[in-house]
């Protein structure tokens, strides 16, 4: 049986390698682009007491921050589509009203997450791959890359290993030199588990 405790203690070191690194390369506070899980013409906000109005539930493209938006009147949405949330260039949003649990998502919203984290994870082909090169053991007994779907002892040796003689590059470069089918595919799945709270621990989404 796992030692959930330890891991607890491990992961919260492995979080802390990441805070870390990223000093070095101070990483952007706030989302810039977001996915669009759900529209809702005629909400009522989650996030500011008495807003109503054109409301869309999205995820964030760098953070996977769980969003509320308020969008521009007329304006229209289609699930999976990336939009600009930054203080300039916004042509569709007039504000981002705060952060979501996902207890806080429509059913429609949950019910698209998989397919737009996939959409997500394949138009970041780059950043996700990265992952597959820089990802270390979270306990003695545990490495990171088995956290992401399919990937046992066996593909994480195997990866370990090939990694070394050269980084991957791509998802179609993973599949053909170590034999895991669909990275992408995968990655979506794990990412679900960490913005859903399944997960115990978390190696793609930052608390």
Same mark, same amino acid.
Request: with cysteine.
């Given at each position: 049986?796992? *030692?959930?405790?330890?891991?607890?203690?491990?992961?919260?070191?492995?979080?802390? =390698?990441?805070?870390?690194?990223s000093k070095t390369n101070p990483p952007r506070r706030y989302e810039e682009y977001a996915y669009v899980l759900d529209f809702i013409?005629?909400?009522?906000?989650?996030?500011?007491?008495?807003? &109503?109005?054109?409301?869309?539930? /999205?995820?964030?493209?760098?953070?996977?921050?769980?969003?509320?938006?308020?969008?521009?009147?007329?304006?229209?949405?289609?699930? =999976?589509?990336?939009?600009?949330?930054?203080?300039?260039?916004? %042509?569709?949003?007039?504000?981002?009203?705060?952060?979501?649990? #996902?207890?806080?998502?429509?059913? +429609? /919203?949950?019910?698209?997450?998989?397919?737009?984290? &996939?959409?997500?994870?394949?138009?970041?082909?780059? !950043? #996700?791959? /990265? #992952?597959?090169? +820089?990802?270390?053991?979270?306990?003695?007994?545990?490495?990171?890359? +088995?956290? $992401?779907?399919?990937? =046992?002892? %066996?593909?994480?040796?195997?990866?370990?290993?090939?990694? +070394?003689? !050269?980084?991957?590059?791509?998802? *179609?470069?993973?599949?053909?030199?170590?034999?895991?089918? *669909?990275?992408?595919?995968? $990655?979506?799945?794990?990412?679900? *588990?960490? $913005?859903?709270?399944? /997960?115990?621990?978390?190696?793609?989404?930052?608390?």
């Open positions: 049986m796992q *030692d959930f405790s330890m891991v607890k203690k491990a992961s919260d070191h492995f979080g802390k =390698g990441l805070k870390m690194s013409p005629h909400g009522k906000s989650f996030t500011v007491r008495e807003r &109503e109005g054109p409301l869309v539930q /999205a995820i964030g493209e760098e953070w996977l921050t769980l969003l509320e938006i308020l969008a521009m009147n007329r304006a229209t949405f289609v699930v =999976g589509e990336r939009i600009c949330i930054a203080r300039e260039g916004r %042509t569709k949003v007039v504000s981002v009203l705060g952060k979501l649990e #996902y207890k806080d998502l429509t059913n +429609e /919203a949950k019910n698209e997450l998989p397919a737009v984290c &996939e959409k997500m994870v394949r138009e970041n082909e780059k !950043k #996700y791959v /990265a #992952y597959f090169n +820089e990802l270390q053991p979270v306990t003695p007994r545990l490495h990171a890359l +088995e956290l $992401i779907p399919g990937i =046992g002892k %066996t593909f994480m040796r195997q990866i370990l290993n090939v990694r +070394e003689k !050269k980084p991957f590059e791509s998802f *179609d470069d993973i599949q053909s030199r170590i034999g895991f089918r *669909d990275p992408a595919k995968q $990655i979506a799945k794990r990412l679900v *588990d960490e $913005i859903s709270g399944s /997960a115990r621990i978390t190696i793609f989404v930052r608390k």
